[in-house]
């Protein structure tokens, strides 16, 4: 594991993310159905050619989740006693991938990814006790990176009465999804760079070529009985 930022949300945490694969967005690597991974593969490629972000959006609902990290933190610390180091952005040692957990728990030792998502969401993950596929994708994704064995996933929702606030589900390592994310990430590079060099060698139109033109033929007048 690299050590690219010691922080996160810099400018150096920002720019050190542009063109990466990152771990947050596993999920649209292993999506189910190949759309989200096109997108996503075609937003890093536009990165690795401008050298700009294309993830400056931040939604209400995400800047709600950054807001209440610390908040969790503090719950997580106070509830199961865990001491969670914060940490900035990391690399893989020899995968293309790059993230930063939202902690890590090195007593444990564990990475800590939390959630702070709509209140249905929230009960949802009460009844089921599971991690959305998504975010599964995104607890391997950390521990392939980091190299635990475990990671603590937390939904958070202070609207909640206080004993429904925090919702903590320990996800175990899984070798075989671990592997199969190491060969797509592979994969995935290659489609990114396909990309790139199809913008990059695109010649357009020779020059001076002129566009055909289609001739209109108006129908024959219909004669007046």
């Not at 050190?16 to 997108?39: E, F, Q």
Request: with cysteine.
């Amino acid at each position: 594991m690299i050590v690219v930022t010691d922080e996160q949300r810099t400018d150096a945490w920002y720019s050190g993310r542009i063109g990466w694969p990152t771990v947050s967005r596993a999920g649209d690597i292993m999506a189910r159905t190949l759309a989200p991974r096109k997108r996503y593969a075609t937003q890093l490629a536009l990165e690795r050619i401008t050298g700009e972000s294309a993830d400056g959006y931040q939604s209400a609902a995400m800047a709600w989740g950054t807001e209440m990290e610390d908040a969790a933190r503090l719950m997580l610390r106070l509830t199961l006693g865990y001491k969670i180091e914060t940490c900035g952005l990391l690399q893989h040692d020899t995968l293309p991938l790059r993230g930063s957990p939202d902690g890590l728990t090195p007593d444990v030792p564990a990475t800590w990814e939390n959630k702070s998502p709509t209140s249905h969401v929230h009960v949802d993950t009460i009844r089921t006790r599971k991690v959305p596929h998504n975010y599964y994708w995104q607890q391997q994704g950390q521990l392939l990176l980091v190299g635990y064995d475990l990671s603590i996933y937390t939904s958070f929702d202070p609207r909640m009465p206080p004993n429904a606030r925090l919702v903590v589900i320990e996800v175990e390592r899984n070798q075989s999804d671990i592997d199969r994310l190491g060969e797509e990430l592979i994969k995935f590079d290659e489609e990114i760079n396909a990309i790139v060099e199809t913008i990059q060698n695109y010649q357009g139109a020779p020059h001076g070529q002129q566009r055909h033109k289609t001739s209109i033929i108006p129908e024959p007048a219909m004669a007046k009985g």
